[in-house]
């Protein structure tokens, strides 16, 4: 008995040092992974793969597939979505394990778990040539839980939030057709913090999806061999690594591969790319270390789709750096250790005038010694043990107790702060410290909510955050969906205003698509709001992701998609260091994404869609006064569904510095975007929908040769242009009423720029005497918002009965004015106070409608009533008077105490002179001609230019003296520019102007 004990503590032995040593002599210099999570969660909607729940055991010795099929079909089946926690240990499977859509695996311990693929596992050895991948898999995301005698349902475009992090996957010997991984899910589906080892496999992941972070890929015959990613976007990796796979590392087809940070050694090839077939790849801040064969193998090397871009590429023993497939062309590398500073392989333009032209670029330089690794830009998170647990500090999450009171209490007392799964209603802003952590671990069933007219966050007013970052903190906010419900106009998902070590992460801004319905055992089924008939809360928020004053840091996996919201992420004033790694944004009316005045930012597969009820009007991409910004494999997508055209993905405006490397501009249908990129003040576009490279830096303005009597077109492309008006420096500002924007003409530079983009509806503009740019706009109340205990109210007001405008649903809406400051006017907008105009004296300046629609034959009667309320303007000086005719007057007209105003009678086609008393009433009408249309204006000699078709001349007399003839009707004119001798014309589709004197 001794003897036979002895005889297998040797066997073991042997076994073991064996085994030690084949690891080390694979990976030898690798470290072991580290668990990310070393300590358990406390989460009650959990499932807890332990052997008190499950029959199991975590040795390795027992086949748990059964069981852990179990836990994972318990998530879905119970909650729809959500986690199951595996704990440190060993287990074993057999079979292939379904993880069906937004149920997330998630290890935890001193050490991460370890999976391992039983050898000579049932069915992993023969070949499977009627599936996608020829392959039997270890884990296969799926969108939903498969039934028995069917096909498996694959994970696709609507398979979101499914993920796998801290568990670390092992295929035994004896298993050839072995994958570890089927991925081909979308939108917030991601693996992390895993290594593979394939082994004698065939490989560690097939069919990528959305992202993948801290990912190591040893052995197998490829560490991913994959097609194109559901549904065709981009696929963004970021610091990873692979070693020793037999064929290559990658290999692909149409995956749109967005790489940061990523280490190969000791492989063939680096990169294959299937023979026939494109791929759009980009490599930043990686190293290729003793790679045999060619580190880079490309296919249709002449294609316009074919986009090859590296950036700060370390080599060593490198021979060939790239081999074209078709013409067997080679680039070498440069000697023993390189860097390649710069490659590019496709159609390129230096500058937006340039030709395009197919070609390879290389700047490649050889080094003497060991270059540093790129340094992380992704945080490390504190030890466990100082993570407090949110619900533990009183919060319920349950979405209907106000948990306001409890997380702002915890954040005010707590550094990092884990938030177990559930949904918390809030009503008030949420405001981070300097180091506050919010950390949850899965955005769909882990969310801050709004419910429907939240007080603090309806009516008019400045942008309200519901989360708002410190200023220049070192913030991480993960895992978490923020969800501003349909109806709170004032509300923004987040503003992040945190420096450049910042983290945002996992963030999903719901309030239109990619919601999930939420069950629990024993509960009603809880959903947020839909898309699905609330189209008259579309576009009436502000923007879902805020990053302003400064703000910077990482923004990883997010998804803003709620079309409830103005934009899904704006960027403004900030030069601090920022990078976005994979951004999916879509379904908006407006505006997808704008930047405006950021510099040093880095966008890494920014992923637009355009969906076609409420998006085929919308601009994808606005890029306005911006410096040194990179975009990197940039997909700008219009679904098959969209039937109308749009003209340009990009508007660009005064840019310094840009950089497009890898553009995919497409659709199914015949209806991409006209062309890609627009420059508005150069009037440049560039038309090829797909290219390598594009540099914009600073193009010059087309030259504007102002000649009296002779119209001249600034600006082009908008969609009903009017409102115009001047400031005392002579610039023009208009706006297009439906599209919600406001624009200024300067006449210094001779540029157009987009002032505003709010979701107020702007009806006309005009400025007091200290140049604050005052906005009548159209403000439609919530139905069910109560506001100091009262509904919002707007009766129409007397003088609403002479217009038939009033009725047919022109009513029921506030004609409100607000001011803002051009130069920051998301920090400056404010509602004009309103008083009783008799407590109003010194009034200097008033702005009165430039034109008025009364078909009752009523307008000198209301024209010349005596308003008895206002709005004042922050120079106290300028006022507004409170009337109905500002809600259909497409201008403001100025007017001045002891002077004359000119104003239209509309529906008679008529201009009439005023008198301007001093309180502001306008007095002594008298007919001055019979021409007019929405506006008029005078020039110093008292003329008076009057748009009504064309532009009609009259001397002060009335006698009419010139007809300026327009290239397009004109809509609202005004006379500016530094001596205000230029006449300043919006039509309906473009600013024109023409010099009088």
């Known amino acids: 008995m001794l003897t036979r004990i002895l005889l297998a503590v040797l066997i073991i032995s042997v076994q073991q040092v064996c085994f030690a040593q084949k690891k080390k ?68 499977i057999s079979k292939t394990i379904y993880i069906p859509t937004a149920v997330r695996v998630i290890g935890y311990g001193k050490k991460r778990p370890e999976i391992v693929l039983a050898n000579n596992a049932p069915g992993f050895q023969e070949e499977y040539p009627q599936d996608k991948g020829n392959a039997k898999y270890m884990f296969w995301f799926t969108s939903s839980i498969p039934k028995e005698g069917q096909p498996i349902p694959d994970a696709g475009a609507s398979t979101f939030y499914s993920a796998m992090s801290n568990v670390d996957l092992r295929i035994g010997a004896g298993n050839p057709s072995a994958v570890a991984l089927r991925t081909h899910f979308a939108q917030h589906s991601f693996i992390s913090h895993v290594d593979i080892y394939a082994g004698d496999g065939k490989a560690g992941m097939f069919d990528v999806g959305n992202e993948m972070e801290d990912v190591r890929f040893f052995g197998g015959e490829y560490g991913i061999y994959t097609f194109k990613p559901s549904p065709g976007w981009q696929f963004m990796m970021v610091d990873t690594y692979f070693e020793g796979q037999r064929k290559a590392a990658i290999r692909s087809q149409e995956s749109g591969l967005t790489i940061v940070r990523m280490t190969v050694k000791n492989v063939p090839t680096v990169l294959e790319v299937n023979p026939n077939f494109y791929e759009k790849l980009f490599i930043e801040d990686s190293r290729f270390e003793n790679i045999s064969g060619p580190a880079l193998v490309i296919s249709n090397e002449n294609n316009a789709y074919t986009q090859i871009s590296l950036r700060h590429i370390d080599c060593k023993k490198v021979p060939v750096l790239v081999s074209f497939r078709e013409s067997g062309k080679q680039i070498a590398g440069k000697g023993e250790l390189f860097r390649i500073k710069a490659f590019n392989h496709g159609l390129q333009m230096a500058a937006i005038d340039a030709k395009p032209v197919h070609t390879t670029t290389q700047e490649i330089e050889t080094l003497k010694i060991e270059p540093v690794p790129a340094a992380r830009d992704i945080p490390a998170f504190p030890a466990m043990e100082t993570w407090v647990n949110l619900k533990a500090l009183g919060a319920k999450g349950d979405g209907i107790t106000d948990d306001t009171k409890a997380i702002q209490a915890a954040i005010d007392q707590h550094g990092a702060i884990y938030v177990p799964q559930g949904w918390y209603r809030i009503t008030e802003t949420l405001k981070l410290k300097e180091k506050t952590m919010l950390i949850g671990l899965n955005p769909v069933s882990t969310q801050f909510i709004l419910q429907d007219n939240t007080e603090a966050f309806g009516s008019f007013g400045p942008p309200k955050p519901m989360v708002e970052s410190s200023q220049g903190g070192s913030n991480v906010l993960t895992g978490i969906g923020i969800s501003t419900a349909a109806s709170n106009t004032r509300a923004v998902g987040l503003k992040w205003t945190a420096g450049g070590n910042s983290y945002v992460n996992d963030v999903k801004f719901l309030g239109g698509h990619g919601n999930i319905m939420r069950k629990r055992p024993g509960q009603e089924v809880l959903s947020n709001a839909s898309h699905v008939g609330n189209e008259q809360h579309w576009d009436t928020q502000y923007w879902s992701l805020w990053i302003t004053n400064g703000g910077g840091g990482t923004f990883k996996n997010i998804w803003t998609a709620n079309t409830f919201a103005s934009a899904g992420t704006y960027v403004s004033n900030t030069s601090t260091p920022g990078r976005i790694y994979a951004m999916s944004v879509e379904h908006h009316v407006r505006n997808e994404v704008r930047f405006k005045n950021v510099s040093n930012w880095k966008v890494y597969a920014l992923q637009l869609e355009e969906e076609s009820k409420e998006s085929s009007n919308c601009q994808p991409l606005e890029i306005e006064s911006c410096d040194n910004m990179v975009f990197a494999n940039l997909y700008m997508f219009r679904v098959i569904r969209v039937s109308t055209p749009y003209p340009h993905s990009i508007r660009s405006w005064n840019n310094r510095k840009l950089e497009f490397l890898n553009v995919h501009n497409y659709s199914q249908t015949k209806y991409p975007s006209t062309v890609p990129l627009f420059d508005v003040n150069s009037g440049l576009e560039v038309r090829p929908w797909e290219f390598n490279r594009l540099i914009i830096d600073n193009p010059k303005p087309k030259p504007i040769d102002l000649q009296p009597g002779k119209v001249v077109q600034l600006a082009k492309g908008f969609e009903f242009a009017d409102g115009i008006c001047r400031d005392s420096k002579g610039n023009v500002y208009f706006s297009e009423s439906r599209a919600r924007r406001i624009y200024k003409w300067s006449v210094e530079t001779n540029t157009l720029s987009l002032v505003a983009d709010f979701p107020w509806e702007p009806l006309s503009l005009g400025v007091d005497t200290k140049d604050s740019l005052l906005v009548v706009f159209k403000y439609v109340p919530k139905q069910g918002y109560i506001r100091n205990g009262r509904p919002e109210t707007f009766p129409n007001p007397p003088d609403a009965a002479g217009t038939s405008f009033s009725g047919w649903g022109n009513n029921g809406f506030g004609t409100l004015v607000y001011s803002i400051n051009t130069d920051k006017p998301e920090e400056t907008i404010r509602r004009l106070l309103w008083l009783p105009l008799g407590k109003k004296k010194d009034i200097v300046k008033t702005l009165n409608p430039s034109n008025r629609r009364r078909d009752s034959g009523d307008l000198l009667k209301v024209s010349t009533n005596e308003f008895n309320t206002c709005w004042v303007a922050p120079d106290l000086v300028t006022i507004v008077p409170e009337i109905y005719d500002l809600a259909r007057s497409n201008a403001l007209v100025e007017g001045y105490p002891g002077k004359v105003l000119y104003g239209t009678d509309e529906y008679l086609k008529r201009t009439f002179r005023f008198n301007v008393g001093p309180k502001g009433h306008l007095s002594e009408p008298q007919l001055f001609a019979e021409k007019g249309e929405f506006s008029s204006a005078v020039d110093r000699e008292g003329n008076v230019y009057i748009a009504d078709g064309q532009i009609y001349v009259f001397d002060p007399s009335g006698k009419e003296i010139n007809l300026i003839e327009t290239p397009e009707r004109p809509s609202t004119i005004v006379l500016a520019g530094e001596n205000g001798n230029t006449l300043f014309i919006t039509g309906r589709n473009g600013l024109y102007a023409i010099r009088v004197k």
């Open 25 to 92: 002599s694979v990976n030898a210099k690798t470290s072991e992974s580290k668990s990310f999570y070393q300590a358990g969660l406390e989460d009650d909607d959990a499932v807890y793969f332990t052997s008190e729940s499950f029959k199991i055991t975590n040795d390795g010795k027992t086949d748990v597939s059964d069981e852990l099929q179990r836990a994972i079909n318990e998530v879905k089946t119970n909650y729809n979505f959500g986690i199951v926690f595996i704990p440190e240990g060993i287990y074993k």
